[in-house]
């Protein structure tokens, strides 16, 4: 590996940054104390848990757990990969970062990649130019009689694949295209004459890009009676269908600005509802929403909106992408299209302003669920009412605030003609069969909140005190620590203490941590409340604390031994673990904070 940005740069860049004053810039933020405060732009919420500190450069919310500083909120927030991230600091605050230079094989790969794209990108152009010739004047027709101009036909680089055999095979082995690279990025098929042939043909063309702009595959809609109807590019180097959305290059900036994203089946949806100017429209490529593109949308936004297809086959869709939605924190209402109409159909005939004033009274996820759950019933019957009921009970049960589910309650209530106080005790009763506590459980959780609060206090007085590692590493070291997040920082803070990093921060060790998830827990306990009374005191007690819970750990692992042996009928070996069980108890009644 040759030329890499510098840690004296990182570090440079990492004092120079403000992180007040970026997170600013996409956050509302107001002083409270030391520190700011605002609404996460992580996930939906509506008071405010998310905690910036000027003073350690870190942010954290407490609402859903992430956290960092100013190189993984960019990174998070605007998709940046870190070295994007560096490029974009330094270039705000005029630092020069060395050219950048990779391993042969970093080297190989981004050429590989870039090799690929420009495939695609010939391929595009290729379809363009078919479209315009004499042979595309039946895609032209076709896009005519579904409303496009020529403005969006040019702004999503619609094309047409002739109704040949390997038109486009040809013109791209003119530019020293392999076959290998053909067939690898799904432009190209063997035939039964072991020849290479067109994979779309007699197409009107869809390109798609990623993100940033970059083509990575086409989707194609036959003019004629072939069948499928619609065909995707196959899985490729370059396009996995369910990591990418439609549109989402042209439509990003608008779903940030309007911080709402409207989610569609069909390329058509999407290109009638930005030539109409509703350009935060993006589609799922056909497939049900994935896990991997409601993460992608994290990036922009944690408002969406559903508006599929208005046959089963939609509804079917809206509702796995509520489900996917709500499970990564977005707020999700659905907008259900009048006399069973497509989205395209009906922006084209009514337009922009009829479409936002459906998009206005778009339905809850609740409300969603509950107008499928009643077409399944009879509402007229009794027992169709209580069909509803007993369907939607599960749903109620998730919402945790009392005023939405009391308007919930209401709502099914005057759509039912069924009383209020019915379906709250039917609620209740619901609530009793699925929370069962087992006995001692509130103590259990009592004593693992104590542990936890312990590990977090003793972490956060060692980072203010890299003086105290000695009397921790007496105590026991890492065996204290049964978080496995607290015992890695431990770890971490006894290495860099050892190599001689006796000026340790907690943001240092933020900035060094490179796993999600031990980072976010991390920046948590740096930025809760300050710790309450005597540091001293709390260090000696959280330590005792610890040591307390390290014993019971032990003694619990030596009597399920001791429950085998009795088993096994080895008395000697059970009496002496017995023995050592005495004398751990023993210990543990000393160790009273």
């Not at 895609?139 to 409303?147: D, L, V």
């Not at 038109?167 to 082995?173: N, P, T, V």
């Amino acid at each position: 590996m040759s030329k890499q940005i510098s840690e004296e740069i990182i570090e440079e860049l990492r004092h120079r940054a403000d992180i007040v004053e970026i997170i600013g810039e996409q956050v509302a933020l107001r002083k409270k104390g030391q520190n700011y405060t605002g609404l996460c732009p992580f996930h939906q919420e509506k008071t405010p848990s998310f905690v910036v500190s000027p003073g350690k450069q870190i942010y954290h919310c407490f609402g859903c757990g992430k956290g960092g500083n100013v190189f993984s909120f960019l990174m998070e927030r605007e998709g940046l990969t870190f070295h994007e991230t560096v490029e974009k600091l330094a270039a705000r605050y005029g630092m020069a970062l060395p050219e950048r230079e990779m391993s042969p094989a970093q080297q190989k790969q981004a050429a590989r990649t870039k090799r690929f794209r420009q495939i695609n990108q010939w391929a595009m152009e290729f379809f363009q130019h078919c479209l315009a010739s004499d042979e595309g004047e039946a895609a032209r027709a076709y896009f005519g009689s579904r409303g496009l101009d020529a403005d969006v036909i040019q702004r999503f680089g619609l094309g047409y694949a002739p109704d040949r055999w390997d038109s486009l095979c040809l013109d791209l082995k003119a530019k020293d295209v392999q076959d290998e690279e053909l067939l690898l990025l799904g432009l190209a098929q063997q035939s039964q004459r072991n020849t290479l042939i067109d994979k779309f043909r007699n197409r009107v063309m869809f390109p798609i890009w990623d993100d940033r702009g970059n083509v990575i595959g086409f989707g194609g809609r036959t003019l004629g009676d072939g069948q499928p109807k619609y065909l995707n590019s196959p899985d490729t180097p370059l396009f996995q269908k369910g990591h990418h959305l439609y549109a989402l290059n042209l439509a990003k900036g608008t779903i940030r600005q309007l911080d709402q994203v409207i989610l569609m089946e069909g390329y058509m949806d999407v290109i009638a509802a930005h030539q109409h100017g509703i350009t935060q429209a993006v589609a799922s490529l056909g497939t049900a929403l994935t896990d991997e593109q409601a993460k992608l949308l994290t990036r922009y936004t944690y408002q969406s909106v559903i508006c599929y297809d208005a046959d089963a086959a939609g509804e079917a869709a809206s509702m796995r992408g509520l489900e996917i939605l709500n499970h990564h924190g977005f707020q999700v209402r659905v907008i259900r299209i009048p006399d069973g109409k497509d989205p395209d159909d009906y922006i084209r005939a009514h337009g922009k302003e009829a479409f936002q004033k459906l998009a206005e009274k778009a339905l809850s996820l609740f409300e969603y669920k509950l107008v499928i759950t009643t077409q399944k019933f009879d509402r007229e019957s009794m027992t169709g009412k209580v069909g509803i009921i007993q369907a939607m009970l599960p749903e109620l049960a998730k919402i945790k605030s009392p005023v939405a589910r009391q308007g919930y309650i209401s709502l099914m209530s005057e759509r039912l003609s069924f009383p209020e106080a019915a379906i709250k005790e039917e609620l209740r009763r619901h609530q009793g069969g699925i929370i069962v506590k087992p006995a001692g459980a509130a103590t259990l959780q009592s004593g693992e909140r104590a542990e936890g609060r312990a590990q977090a206090a003793i972490l956060r007085l060692l980072l203010e005190d890299p003086s105290r590692l000695e009397i921790v590493e007496e105590a026991g070291g890492a065996e204290l620590f049964e978080n496995p997040h607290a015992q890695t920082v431990f770890v971490t803070v006894q290495a860099l203490w050892q190599a001689g990093h006796q000026n340790l921060t907690g943001e240092d060790l933020v900035a060094l941590t490179e796993a999600d998830a031990q980072r976010q827990w991390l920046t948590g306990i740096l930025l809760e409340e300050e710790i309450p009374g005597d540091p001293h005191k709390v260090f000696q007690d959280s330590l005792l604390t610890l040591k307390r819970s390290r014993i019971e750990r032990e003694i619990k692992k030596l009597m399920d031994h001791l429950s085998k042996l009795e088993t096994s009928g080895d008395a000697s070996r059970a009496n002496e673990i017995m023995t050592r069980i005495s004398g751990l108890n023993k210990e543990k009644q000393t160790l009273r904070p």
